[in-house]
């Protein structure tokens, strides 16, 4: 079995709670429990997971302790509800991005010792510099993100070097404030860990390294050589360099093998501690990999193919897909990619989603979405040439807030009709995706389906825009709730049927007749005294490659492991999406969106160019 932990905290979906799942060797889910942070620890006194600052700061943080008392909590229901923890092979899990968890000096004796008649967060009680950690939704820190960003050159200049321009949020940032305002805290921290590898520290027993994917997400990392920037981690001090050895101690990069202690999402980093195996039964040899966020779990949760598109329609509407040749831009996120680690991630979010899409529903049918989905199919496709563009928050792109409407000659108007009003919110929402999606890097022209999730995805009004507007058909989940925890299940599984692989072939290679184990030869490969005449390193390499490596071993080389064979079968099993709206043939023979999407795109700029200057 698979076990999978699963951390969010009032994300897109509001969700804030700490989930476990267990799955079989056939992928299915066996055992699920979960612990609302609200409700079932309730002496925390946190609003959706998490502490607001009441002095006007933005600062959002969340008690440590009191996700580990979760993590206690979901070892007792999993007891509870009949799991066999012997019968564990491998564990993995994902977290909320962006947020750090704060280990104090000594803490790592801590973990490798804990009490196995204790709880964790008893146990681990004194092991945190910030009790309180910050989180995903806190936006304190404006000042140092514009100070990271000058640094290094701008902010089109940071997201081509980490993927992402500054965002509050981040990781990078946080620990700029944290070393100016509460230097004190800093100095007597011994490891800084994303939440996703504070968990995978857990069930390790030691520190945990950095998920390559959830690094893509601290303004911190060479997202192309998957590898600490120098650059930023300079900016992160203003300039000052002597400061750097030090973070990248507190990173775990003095004390590890890995490169720059980042390791890749699907790659095996331990074996479960002797406290879980004490206290829970958890067998020695299960395998703990990699930790990573929520947003690449997720595509990892959906089996994302190449040529796949997610849009998850929630209080931000967000779309993200693999991509082998990104686009760096200010408007968007480029993150490794969980399932393959040559690919990327693009990520595009906008903050106006289903609220905004409820109050023009208000507006226009007073709730009632029947009426309002008879009065978007009451205005034809295209909407006349009339567009519209909605914000209620602040825009992420363009920086704007309030209600933009244009008619078919790209002329402000005041109002539109009731009809023309709900459809153009829709079209506009959708024309946006399809823009920054394209414009990240994503081929239109190869788009296979658009898989849509979030409660929108019920509305078919809602799903045929998006099928028109992509001229892709569109599908919806089966039977799949919670991709994140079910991604962090699979890559579990994933690094285990990898590791199993790698183990496989070394006994072929061990049992085949005439190999003298434990020779020189095999510890030592090629080198200058065994024949290559060159003590060059070109040279060797070209040596070696001279005999193909299923000759030298005997047999032919097993075909790694493919993620999405593994989760899907064989032959890509269909059932695993159900279709739920094809683009309309008429739509598509006349291009209806293709002139449309050129003036959205005009007026998108025209909007940012008035009005970016004065909310920056």
């Not at 897109?12 to 992928?27: F, G, P, R, Y």
């Not at 999405?564 to 043939?585: I, Q, S, W």
Request: hydrophobic share 35%.
């Amino acid at each position: 079995m698979i076990f999978s932990i699963s951390f969010h905290c009032g994300k897109l979906t509001c969700i804030h709670q700490l989930k476990a799942i267990v799955i079989d060797d056939k992928l299915k889910v066996c055992h699920q429990v979960n612990v609302t942070f609200d409700n079932e620890l309730s002496e925390y006194k946190t609003k959706s997971g998490v502490h607001r600052s009441d002095d006007g700061l933005n600062r959002v943080t969340a008690p440590v302790n009191m996700w580990l008392k979760a993590l206690d909590m979901c070892f007792e229901k999993l007891k509870i509800d009949g799991l066999d923890f012997s019968t564990v092979l491998g564990i993995s899990g994902c977290a909320q991005q962006h947020g750090s968890v704060w280990w104090r000096r000594e803490s790592a004796q801590l973990l490798a010792n804990l009490n196995p008649d204790e709880y964790l967060h008893k146990e681990l009680v004194s092991a945190f510099s910030l009790r309180d950690s910050p989180v995903w939704m806190d936006s304190s820190t404006s000042e140092e993100c514009r100070q990271i960003e000058t640094y290094v050159g701008g902010p089109e200049k940071l997201a081509e070097i980490t993927g992402s321009r500054a965002y509050e949020r981040f990781t990078g940032p946080q620990i700029a404030k944290i070393y100016k305002q509460k230097r004190e805290v800093y100095m007597v921290t011994e490891r800084i860990t994303l939440i996703s590898n504070f968990l995978a520290s857990i069930f390790c027993g030691s520190y945990a390294p950095l998920d390559v994917c959830d690094a893509s997400g601290m303004n911190m990392m060479d997202i192309k050589r998957k590898r600490w920037s120098e650059k930023c981690l300079e900016a992160i001090f203003g300039g000052d360099k002597k400061e750097v050895l030090g973070l990248k101690s507190r990173l775990g990069c003095l004390d590890s093998s890995m490169n720059d202690n980042i390791v890749d999402s699907h790659e095996v980093i331990g074996r479960v501690s002797k406290y879980l195996i004490e206290r829970y039964g958890f067998p020695a040899e299960c395998l703990i990999s990699s930790f990573t966020g929520d947003n690449p779990a997720s595509l990892a949760g959906l089996c994302v193919g190449t040529n796949d598109l997610i849009i998850s329609l929630g209080t931000s509407d967000t779309a993200f897909f693999s991509l082998d040749d990104p686009k760096s831009g200010r408007n968007w996120h480029v993150l490794r990619n969980p399932i393959d680690e040559n690919l990327y991630m693009g990520l595009i979010c906008f903050k106006n989603g289903s609220k905004t899409r409820s109050r023009i529903s208000d507006h226009c049918s007073k709730g009632n979405w029947d009426e309002f989905s008879r009065l978007v199919n009451s205005a034809p496709a295209g909407n006349s040439g009339n567009i519209g563009f909605y914000f209620d928050l602040r825009e992420i792109y363009p920086l704007a807030i309030g209600d933009f409407r244009y008619n078919e000659q790209d002329q402000a108007v005041d109002s539109f009709s009731n009809e023309v009003e709900a459809r153009a919110c829709l079209e506009g929402q959708f024309m946006r995706l399809y823009h920054h999606s394209q414009s990240l890097g994503f081929d239109m022209k190869k788009l296979k389906r658009v898989v849509v999730t979030g409660g929108a995805s019920a509305n078919s009004v809602i799903l045929q825009v998006i099928a028109d507007v992509f001229k892709s058909p569109v599908c919806v989940l089966k039977e799949i709730t919670n991709s994140a925890c079910l991604g962090g299940a699979y890559l579990a599984k994933y690094a285990y049927e990898l590791e199993q692989q790698k183990l496989d072939q070394s006994f072929k290679l061990s049992t085949r007749p005439g190999v003298e184990h434990g020779s020189q030869s095999e510890e030592k490969g090629f080198s200058d005294e065994e024949g290559t005449g060159s003590s060059d390193p070109e040279q060797k390499i070209t040596a070696k490659a001279k005999v193909p490596a299923s000759e030298t071993l005997g047999f032919a080389q097993e075909k790694q492991v493919d993620f999405r064979e593994m989760v899907l079968g064989h032959e890509e099993n269909e059932t695993y999406f159900v279709k739920a709206a094809d683009p309309n043939p008429v739509v598509l023979e006349e291009n209806v969106y293709k002139p449309l999407l050129e003036r959205y795109v005009t007026l998108e700029t025209l909007i940012a160019m008035n009005n970016d200057s004065t909310l920056s």
